[in-house]
Each structure stands twice: as C-alpha cells, then as structure tokens.
Nanobody, 121 residues
C-alpha cells in the first residue's frame, strides 16, 4: 500500500528551526509535484510550498526567505527546512504528492498523516 510518511515535527522556541521530511513508501512508478500545507484548528488548510520534479519551487508569502522546500527524487522524499520560526507558524503540517503507481495509471494526489509543529513565544 502506498502512503506518504511524515516526520520531523515538534516543539520549538520562536527563532528556532525544524526540518520536516515526507517519504512515499510502497511501489511508486513516478512522483510529480510535491508540497507542504498547514492547517490551524478551525481554519482551512493552506499552501506552504510546492516543488516540481524538476525543482521549480513556489512559496506562500509569509514563509518566503524563512522556509526552504527541497526533494530527493531517488528517495521519493520531500523536505521542508523551517528557519526563524514564529508562533504563527504553529499548525499541523501535511505533505502531498502527485503519484503515478504504474506506467498506464492516472496521477493521484496523496496526503501524509500530518505532523504537529508548535512554536512557543
């Protein structure tokens, strides 16, 4: 069974750093765009950053210059390096990825289980 497995969340003080990882496990034919989203209680899930297979990145304005998204195509893994964290970055962070499970299969969007990031002031 294919799934996205996240790791790296936790509690950090304002100004600190965390690195999130998300790996596609199971048999995958190809991985397209991968991304990170976050969700605060009672709010909609919002985009944080995305990265194409070729490395083109896109960031939400509030994280530009502080967060860096990267990927390792050989490991089907996406990372989010978060620096200069602020209390308003506190949320559950979810990764997603466009996965093709076989050569003639359609592309499907998969989501990770979410990992809590808490930034204390």
């Amino acid at each position: 069974q294919v799934q996205l497995v996240e790791s790296g969340g936790g509690l950090v003080q304002a100004g600190g750093s965390l690195r999130l990882s998300c790996a596609a496990s199971g048999r995958v034919f190809s991985v397209g765009t991968m991304g990170w989203y976050r969700q605060e209680p009672g709010k909609q899930r919002e985009l944080v950053a995305t990265i194409t297979r070729g490395g083109i990145t896109n960031y939400e304005d509030s994280v530009k210059g502080r967060f860096t998204i990267s990927r390792d195509n050989a490991k089907n893994t996406v990372y989010l390096q978060m620096n200069s964290l602020k209390p308003e970055d506190t949320a559950v962070y979810y990764c997603n990825a466009e996965l093709r499970l076989a050569a003639l299969s359609p592309v499907s969007l998969y989501w990770g289980q979410g990992t809590q990031v808490t930034v204390s002031s």
